[in-house]
Structures are given as structure tokens and as C-alpha cells.
């Protein structure tokens, strides 16, 4: 059970999401306390052993933790009862379904609405509730490329460049978690719930933001700048004598940065001493900056730019990521202890709460492991469980 001081320990959400995209929503609300019923299918894979066992894998493990799994047969009349009888005392409803699949169950909104007004309804697409794309299938890499961040990610002449995680899953699920507690919030004052909804699409052209909004505002196309940040200039990669760090000094900063290197005329050279310069030449003066860097190791430049106040800082692989001092201070990696996997770290939340912080309670749970729990929950008695158990239905 979570802890009733956890921000989100009084709701209620009936988790009907898969893949990605929905599952990072529901996390966001079961970690602050949600009590969470993941609804599956009654021939979803419980977990095993070997290397196909993704349930027991790392990806399922981190999605899925702090909730609770019930089995339902949702194209079974009987379990499309069971659920709107969920439903009834739910606070909170999260599917990803392609839209029309929602309607076809019986189970959208306005449906729900007529039996819990309260209900807070949330719905992630690939592509939108309307529109002409509204029923095509939405992957995080297709989208990647239709919202132009493939276009601006990558080296200069390229050619398109997927970003190295599933940055538009991920935003649709935090945006809709977001938008969630934004309704549940607005129902204090209203009394009534509301349908939450984004896409892929959506959220990851919010994403975009500045690159976005030059071609809104400014009519610019951005175009690719590799390494390189695309208008804070120098800001970029620079080789060391035993590797690569990161170094940001654009504006004020750029005067320091050419003392740390120990070369003030780069500061009055006429090609780079005004930003428009810079930009204008930032090839070459990327160069005579490496020029520098390649003369000390990446650990003295961070310690001797940090010290200058350039920000700057080391290219590390995950393991290294995790390894580092500060990132254990953030307490990034949350110990679980699973029945079969034993002891396993899963990724901590990416905001703190100062009395209430987020929880790592429960295991990621096999398939149907709570479905006798839950549904005594909600009035059925043993016999009846073990008839729909017979039956299929859950």
C-alpha cells in the first residue's frame, strides 16, 4: 500500500496502457503514491526465465514498478462489466489504444462519463484523437522524423539522425501525467472530470521549443549543428588529451573561457570578438579552441574551467553516468527487491519533493498476480472469482 502523505495516495487509475508512451504516464502517478491497477489480458505473459523474458527484463521491471496487475478480457462482455464496475470508484483512467479501438471496447470517455462523472480520462495517441493520421499506427521512431527533430539531430550533411532514446514515448507520457493532475486538480473546483488526451506528435513538436519556434517566429529553418549547440556559440565537443568534454561559454562566458585556456587573444581576434562572429566563423574558432584542450587531460580542463566558472563537463557512457558522485547524491538509481530477481536498481524520478518525495514500493507484478486482491476489493466473492477464472474472463 502506498503512504497515505504521498501526494497522489487518494486516486484511484485503471491502467489499460502498453508499450511505452502510457506506461511512463501511469509511473509518474503510481511513484507519488496512485494506487494503480494494471489491466491485462488473461493471456498475458506471467514471466520465465531465459533471454525472452521481457517481463522480467530490465525495460518492463522500471515501467511497470508501483503497480498492481488484474486480468480482464475486455472483448468479453462480462469483462467489459467488471471493468465499468472499476470504473464506478476510479479516479483516474489511462489508455493508448488507436482511437477507434476505446469505442469498439465500449470503453471511451463519454461511455464512462454516464457512470463516473469524476473520471478523469486520458488517452495517448500516435498521431491524435482527430485528423487525418488519427488511425495510422504511431511509433516513437516515425515520429521522431515527422516532427523534424531527425532533421536537426545529427552532424552537419548527415542526413536524418534519431535521437538516442524514445524522447517522443517519453514526452507524451510525462505531458499527459501532467495534464492529468492538472484535471484532478480542476475537479476540486468543478466537481467533474474530463478527457486528457495528447499524441506522440504533439507532445514531441512541444518538445522541439526554440527550434520550433524559429520557424513560427523567425521563418528559419534549423538546420543540423551536429555537436554543436545550435545558436549558443562556442558551445560544443572539444577533444582533450585522453578523450572529449563538453564545453558552454557563449556571451559572458566567452571572455572567461579564453582566459582558463590561457589565450586572451582569442577574445579580441577580429573574426570571433562579437557574437555575431562567432557564429559567423565558428568552424574556425571551434578549431583554435581545440587547438588548447588537446594539450590537457579531460579531467584537469573540467576542474580547471568549473574553477574559471565555464561550464563544461566529462562524455560519460551509462555505466560511467551512474558511477559518478553526483549522480549517487541524486539518488538516480531506487533499490527494489523482487521475489525472483532479488535485489535490482530501477531509475529514480526526475523531480524531488522535499516532504513527500517519490516511492519505489512494489515490484513490477507478474501478470493476474493481484486479480484475486482486487477484484475482492470491488465485492466479488471467492467462488465468484474462481468462475470467471474458469471462464476466461479474468
Not at 165 to 190: K, M, N, P, Q, T
Amino acid at each position: 500500500m502506498a503512504d497515505p502523505k504521498l501526494p497522489l495516495s487518494r486516486y484511484t487509475v485503471l491502467d489499460l496502457t502498453s508499450a511505452r508512451s502510457g506506461p511512463t504516464a501511469v509511473r509518474q502517478l503510481a511513484d507519488w503514491g496512485a494506487n494503480v491497477i494494471k489491466i491485462e489480458d488473461p493471456g498475458a505473459w506471467s514471466g520465465g526465465s531465459g533471454p525472452w523474458d521481457r517481463r522480467h527484463g530490465s525495460d518492463f521491471q522500471n515501467l511497470q514498478r508501483n503497480k498492481r496487475s488484474l486480468t480482464l478480457n475486455l472483448k468479453a462482455p462480462e469483462g467489459v462489466s467488471i471493468f465499468k464496475r472499476l470504473a464506478e470508484r476510479a479516479d483516474v483512467v489511462v489508455e493508448n489504444f488507436r482511437p477507434r479501438v476505446k469505442h469498439r471496447l465500449g470503453i471511451d470517455y463519454e461511455t464512462l462519463k454516464k457512470i463516473n462523472p469524476r473520471l478523469v480520462y486520458a488517452s495517448i495517441s500516435g498521431f491524435g484523437q482527430e485528423g487525418p493520421y488519427r488511425d495510422r499506427p504511431g511509433l516513437d521512431h516515425v515520429v521522431q522524423g515527422m516532427s523534424g527533430l531527425m532533421s536537426v539531430t545529427g552532424l552537419p550533411g548527415q542526413g536524418p539522425v534519431r535521437a538516442g532514446i524514445a524522447i517522443s514515448d517519453s514526452s507524451a507520457g510525462i505531458y499527459c501525467a501532467f495534464g492529468i493532475v492538472l484535471a484532478l486538480l480542476e475537479r476540486e473546483h468543478s466537481g467533474e472530470g474530463q478527457w486528457v488526451d495528447t499524441s506522440l506528435l504533439q507532445a514531441l513538436i512541444a518538445m522541439l521549443d526554440f527550434q520550433a519556434a524559429r520557424w513560427l517566429i523567425a521563418h528559419e529553418v534549423p538546420p543540423q549543428a551536429g555537436n554543436d549547440h545550435p545558436t549558443a556559440i562556442p558551445t560544443g565537443l572539444f577533444k582533450t588529451a585522453d578523450g572529449y568534454i563538453n564545453i558552454a561559454a557563449s556571451g559572458k562566458l566567452y571572455e572567461r573561457l579564453c582566459s582558463a585556456l590561457g589565450a586572451p587573444e582569442l577574445f579580441t581576434h577580429p573574426e570571433f570578438n562579437e557574437y555575431r562572429l562567432r557564429s559567423k566563423h565558428r568552424a574556425a574558432l571551434n578549431a583554435e579552441i581545440e587547438k588548447r584542450t588537446v594539450k590537457r587531460t579531460s579531467a584537469e580542463w573540467i576542474e580547471l574551467l568549473n574553477e574559471a566558472g565555464v561550464p563544461c563537463g566529462p562524455i560519460y557512457t551509462i555505466d560511467r553516468m551512474f558511477a559518478d558522485p553526483q549522480v549517487q547524491a541524486l539518488n538516480m538509481a531506487q533499490p527494489l527487491v523482487h521475489p525472483q530477481l532479488g535485489r535490482q536498481d530501477v531509475v529514480g524520478q526526475g523531480v524531488n519533493l522535499s516532504r513527500t518525495p517519490a516511492q519505489m514500493r512494489k515490484y513490477a507484478p507478474d501478470a493476474g498476480e493481484h486479480t484475486r486482491e482486487i477484484l475482492e476489493e470491488y465485492g466479488y466473492d471467492a467462488a465468484a472469482i474462481d468462475d470467471l477464472k474458469k471462464r476466461g474472463v479474468v
